[in-house]
């Protein structure tokens, strides 16, 4: 079914938007709100489903995208069924700014400021959208658009948009950085155990997308780990089993380049903006990829994951935000981890390079480098 094909049909709905608007008709259209404050972005009443949100924002606060934290709960549930800092969310990566181009989120110029999602979010009985400020600034202006659909009533069957954010500082599991069997022979890995987790869930849904963003320490190539879809509690290997990390964002052999595709693309790599990029895969890398024509169905349970190298052999600061559909109740998440800890780590750059090999030299017994 085209995505044009609800344009074909004349239906009850009432178009509806909650926004920032100056409600004393002048120009001041924006809100604030302090530093530790949640602010109440749409708070429906009914059936509906949100089509459309757009986002701006200006503070003092430089990590903002990532101290800012974006919650959606449907129906009542008290816990919430979206929870992920705000710039992850919408595809901006370690509380950068930078423009991302997908079909169902953007950020948008000028240079990334622009955050916007089309992911339908349905809901059945009331929605709550808000987003917390767990930075040590106030925010200076936040402009927004939650456009919706009001609805007589939601079909009996319709899932509920879930977005869950993880991020993990990977440890290799054989206590050796062993990629390319550089270093001895290669690992096997007959499992998901030491996987990054990109989704846990249960109940009946449809997994749709996943944004991914990698913070790489050393020039090894990030990306042999494997893809890992276990599917309503079944043994591995699974249902849905990957061969490398590219593979599964749709590129293949090591690519180091933007390339931005409606359904997956890398929206950024170490090679494009900075000099990293010239020592193998050092730097910021993010990968998305939307299961729009394939989701992955489940029925009771999922759980996605991803080796950090092949075999789980890399030392990566792993980020990622997963999108699914699914039937409610939904299980609460675990703990978000506190803002302070979500900060991104330093980039190794040219003078850590160079420590590095006045080590080996020094290592090495000599004065020759290449020894």
Not at 108 to 118: E, I, M, R, S, T
Request: net charge negative; glycine share 10%.
């Amino acid at each position: 079914m085209s995505a044009f094909d609800s344009l074909l049909r004349l239906t009850n709905a009432r178009t509806k938007r909650v926004s920032s608007f100056d409600r004393s008709g002048g120009n001041a259209d924006r809100v604030t709100f302090k530093s530790g404050e949640t602010f109440v972005m749409a708070d429906l009443t009914g059936a509906g489903k949100v089509t459309h949100i757009w986002i701006t924002l200006s503070s003092k606060d430089l990590m903002s995208r990532k101290n800012l934290v974006l919650r959606c709960y449907w129906d009542g549930q008290t816990h919430p069924s979206v929870e992920a800092p705000l710039g992850d969310f919408f595809g901006q990566g370690w509380g950068d700014k930078y423009n991302f181009v997908s079909l169902p989120l953007a950020s948008a110029p000028k240079d990334g400021h622009a955050l916007v999602c089309y992911w339908p979010m349905p809901f059945g009985k009331g929605a709550r959208i808000t987003v917390e400020n767990q930075g040590p600034e106030d925010i200076d202006a936040f402009y927004y658009y939650v456009d919706y659909e009001q609805l007589d009533q939601l079909d009996h069957d319709c899932p509920r948009f879930h977005a869950w954010y993880n991020q993990e500082v990977t440890v290799p599991e054989g206590g050796s950085e062993n990629e390319w069997a550089v270093l001895g022979p290669e690992p096997q890995n007959p499992s998901d155990k030491f996987n990054y987790l990109v989704c846990e869930c249960e109940g009946k849904g449809h997994f749709v997308g996943l944004n991914y963003y990698v913070i790489n320490p050393g020039p090894m190539w990030y990306g042999e780990g494997d893809d890992m879809f276990l599917i309503d509690g079944e043994p591995w290997p699974g249902s849905l089993h990957g061969t490398g990390t590219e593979d599964y964002f749709n590129m293949s052999w090591c690519p180091d380049e933007l390339y931005c595709h409606p359904y997956f693309g890398c929206a950024r790599a170490p090679g494009r903006g900075n000099d990293s990029g010239r020592f193998g895969w050092i730097g910021k890398t993010h990968l998305y990829r939307f299961h729009i024509e394939d989701p992955v169905r489940f029925q009771s349970s999922l759980r996605a994951s991803i080796e950090h190298g092949h075999a789980n052999v890399l030392t990566l600061q792993l980020a990622s935000v997963a999108y699914w559909y699914q039937s409610l109740p939904s299980r609460p998440f675990p703990p978000l981890a506190a803002a302070s800890d979500r900060l991104p780590l330093p980039e190794t750059g040219v003078v850590e390079i160079h420590r590095w090999r006045d080590a080996w030299r020094q290592k090495s017994g000599g004065p020759n480098p290449w020894n």
